[in-house]
């Protein structure tokens, strides 16, 4: 399985990957650093807030386009058949490969956090805010928080890569599954608060969101920024909780690529 | 051999419809009028779009909606714009309640043009989830005394606010606030007990003692109010002096102010405290 996730590292390292970081990391901090600036008096908390949405989209995106370039493509121009003539399980190829995409997502997640960090220490120049903001402990939590998401999202991916026949069906269904998967969390919380005392929305949304929080993971719960932007603690269960859903659907997702991937035929 | 190169006409044909179409509508365009496009904030979107737009992230959906209201121009609003900045920044408040600017850019804009009620709701969250600032639970409590006229729960909100101020001092200023404010109820009687449980929680002696005094205030107003009703039930005409009370015999002697601004009567015969000092 190791020689696998070493290959992915080095390829993901010698891909452009690592220019697209930075590149995308200079205009994350340029974007969080502007949009401070349009805050009166929390420059700051602005910037960790509209960085760490960056942050999430970017790590989402390599997630995505790594697992395409990585899997999905050496799959469908079947180059994947020169790595399964060596005597190994096509499970440890599989693992492998997500654990080299794991690893890259880490250091993309490290590099663009301490962009971030210096573009909040940065920001808002010698204006002192009323209520500081977090940058040590709780700052790399929400990003460990952020990186743990971009996994869930690169393992459903490989998930789709494993089973596809079309191109680019991973991007699609990887950004889509982001997306909704982050939006879960306001969805079940609007519902959970009335709709605003929309009967029509309740009836009709609400028993389908309940099997749908059973199907999609809610990723929204691995959204730990709060504490860096306002100092507000999270509670043991916040994290823990969290990082078991991520794990289990993480679990099942690579064991289902696992299984797919294992009875798949290449001709 | 190479074939003799031919002119691909039907696309030189296609490539001139275009042009004559593109030419066609162009030179018709600047005679009709544009609709109105209203440059300053106009549209409030469901919470589910805002939401997915910002690609599921509540927080930058927030962000978002809150750097709207900070960019819209007030001094080109008209009322419904104000209305939809209303729905935009309770929006915002619903997908991030702490966020600072939103409750500032509500408490300073919104409440002046008609909007209490998204205000309050924007400033009655910030005030949970910013369970350390002062400021969302003193706006809220200046909103209702200065646009709802409820000095009794400003009094109530503003003493919330008091013990999340970082300096003694300011704290005892924001509780001194709420002592005055409690002056202004109808309910007398409930607010001087109100300032007499002040009192009781008051950390520092002078202050519960300056509390006590203001209590009793309250109540010797509580004793005026009382003796006026009596007073113009008995001849059938409002109060017009203070001291008609005394000549009727419906109180001994008039209250002694203890701050030295004394009693007055409003135009409707009710007394009411005097606030500054009689010339």
């Known amino acids: ?267 | 051999m190479r074939s003799a190169w031919r002119w691909p006409w039907q696309a030189i044909v296609a490539l001139m419809m275009g042009c004559a179409v593109f030419v066609f509508a162009q030179s018709r365009l600047p005679g009709i009028r544009r609709a109105q496009v209203n440059a300053e904030i106009a549209i409030a979107l469901p919470v589910f779009v805002q939401v997915a737009m910002a690609g599921g992230d509540r927080y930058l959906a927030a962000s978002w909606a809150a750097i709207r209201a900070l960019v819209t121009e007030t001094s080109k609003m008209g009322p419904e714009d104000f209305r939809v900045l209303g729905v935009v920044q309770r929006d915002a408040s619903w997908l991030n309640p702490a966020h600072e600017d939103n409750y500032y850019i509500a408490a300073a804009i919104l409440p002046w043009e008609g909007q209490v009620e998204p205000a309050q709701v924007i400033l009655r969250r910030a005030t949970l989830a910013r369970f350390y600032d002062y400021q969302p639970a003193f706006y809220y409590a200046f909103n209702l005394m200065h646009f709802t006229g409820d000095y009794l729960a400003a009094s109530e909100w503003l003493r919330q606010a008091a013990p999340k101020l970082p300096k003694p001092d300011e704290r005892l200023l924001l509780e001194n606030f709420a002592a005055r404010w409690l002056d202004r109820t109808q309910d007398v009687e409930l607010a001087a007990r109100i300032v007499d449980a002040m009192a009781a929680q008051a950390k520092r002696k002078d202050f519960a003692d300056y509390l006590r005094v203001r209590a009793q205030r309250l109540r010797d107003l509580g004793v005026l109010r009382r003796a006026a009703i009596v007073y113009s039930d008995r001849h059938g005409k409002p109060l017009v002096e203070l001291s008609e009370l005394v000549s009727a015999g419906l109180v001994a002697k008039l209250p002694v102010d203890p701050f030295g601004f004394g009693f007055g009567i409003d135009p409707n015969g009710v007394p009411v405290l005097l606030n500054r000092p009689q010339k």
């Open chain 1, 1 to 267: 399985m190791w020689p696998f996730c070493i290959s992915t590292l080095r390829s993901g390292i010698r891909s452009r990957a690592v220019l697209l970081i930075l590149i995308l990391g200079a205009l994350l901090v340029g974007v969080a650093f502007l949009a401070s600036a349009f805050s009166p008096r929390q420059p700051r908390t602005v910037t960790i807030d509209v960085g760490m949405s960056g942050i999430r989209f970017s790590l989402v995106l390599f997630a995505v386009f790594w697992v395409q370039e990585l899997v999905a493509r050496e799959v469908e121009r079947r180059t994947v058949l020169y790595a399964l003539a060596y005597p190994v399980s096509r499970a440890a190829y599989i693992l492998g490969r997500f654990a080299g995409v794991v690893c890259l997502l880490a250091v993309a997640a490290v590099l663009l956090a301490g962009l971030l960090w210096f573009s909040v220490v940065s920001a808002g120049g010698h204006y002192e805010q009323g209520f500081g903001v977090q940058l040590g402990w709780p700052y790399w939590l929400a990003i460990i928080g952020l990186w743990v998401d971009a996994v869930v999202v690169a393992a459903f991916t490989l998930w789709i890569a494993t089973l596809s026949t079309v191109q680019m069906l991973p991007v699609a269904l990887g950004a889509a599954f982001a997306v909704g998967g982050k939006s879960l969390g306001a969805a079940l919380d609007y519902l959970a608060r009335g709709a605003d005392g929309d009967a029509n929305i309740m009836n009709r949304f609400g028993p389908l969101m309940q099997i749908i929080q059973w199907l999609l993971p809610d990723l929204s719960r691995l959204d730990w920024r709060i504490w860096s932007m306002y100092g507000v603690p999270l509670s043991d269960g916040t994290v823990i909780y969290g990082l078991a859903l991520a794990v289990g659907y993480v679990t099942v997702l690579l064991s289902l690529a696992v299984i797919t991937f294992s009875r798949r035929e290449f001709f």
